[in-house]
T-cell receptor, first 111, second 113 residues
Framework: KQEVTQIPAALSVPEGENLVLNCSFT??????LQWFRQDPGKGLTSLLL?????REQTSGRLNASLDKSSGRSTLYIAASQPGDSATYLC??????????FGKGTRLSVIA | NAGVTQTPKFRILKIGQSMTLQCTQD?????MYWYRQDPGMGLKLIYY???????DKGEVPNGYNVSRSTTEDFPLRLELAAPSQTSVYFC????????????FGPGTRLTVL
């Protein structure tokens, strides 16, 4: 059974810092790894999806990487801004099985 | 293109009451999902559907029912509300399982007293 872990649960950084959020998964036979952002009291917004054949995806200041052999994905945020403050969740799926979510990392970017 | 919409946004129920949470998507997605999110517990899948007329249980289906009569709609039914069902409920959809980028609705915050 796939399990997804995100450490740390919370992270606080000063504005302008580059940062990395970590996601680990137990079953390397994944099809997709997806990163989401959730603002307080809101739904989830899809940020990036990495298919199993890919090693990374980029969108603006965000870069997500996938290493299936080590069971890890990272979300890199460059030049962080206070508007990046949110909870970031990763989720993995193994084809015909539903997404399995981590519990998220709550990011605070301090001005 | 509204994406995934959910109604209501908030609801308070008494123990034993029933209600239906509505979910509609206008992206012609085949797959639809219902999750619940409890504080500190992440998202747990309740039910999902791979197309009209087809539904399947997720991780926490007890106390809930679903139907999928059309591609667009995927309502979630609570028959006998219990305090343990106090949660935030999210509906999501995706085009297929092979490219499973999921799009979420804004959520329904349900309190059972």
């Amino acid at each position: 059974k796939q399990e997804v872990t995100q450490i740390p649960a919370a992270l606080s950084v000063p504005e302008g810092e580059n940062l990395v959020l970590n996601c680990s998964f137990t079953d390397s036979a994944i099809y997709n790894l997806q990163w989401f952002r959730q603002d307080p009291g809101k739904g989830l917004t899809s940020l990036l999806l990495i298919q199993s054949s890919q090693r990374e995806q980029t969108s603006g200041r965000l870069n997500a990487s996938l290493d299936k052999s080590s069971g890890r994905s990272t979300l890199y945020i460059a030049a962080s801004q206070p508007g990046d403050s949110a909870t970031y969740l990763c989720a993995a799926d193994s084809g015909n099985t539903p997404l399995v979510f981590g519990k998220g990392t709550r990011l605070s970017v301090i001005a | 293109n509204a994406g995934v919409t959910q109604t209501p946004k908030f609801r308070i129920l008494k123990i034993g009451q029933s209600m239906t949470l509505q979910c509609t998507q206008d992206m012609n997605h085949n797959y639809m999902y219902w999750y619940r999110q409890d504080p500190g517990m992440g998202l747990k899948l309740i039910y999902y559907s791979v197309g009209a007329g087809i539904t399947d249980k997720g991780e926490v289906p007890n106390g809930y029912n679903v139907s999928r009569s059309t591609t667009e709609d995927f309502p979630l039914r609570l028959e006998l509300a219990a305090p343990s069902q106090t949660s935030v409920y999210f509906c999501a959809s995706s085009y297929s399982s092979s490219y499973n980028e999921q799009f979420f609705g804004p959520g329904t915050r349900l309190t059972v007293l």
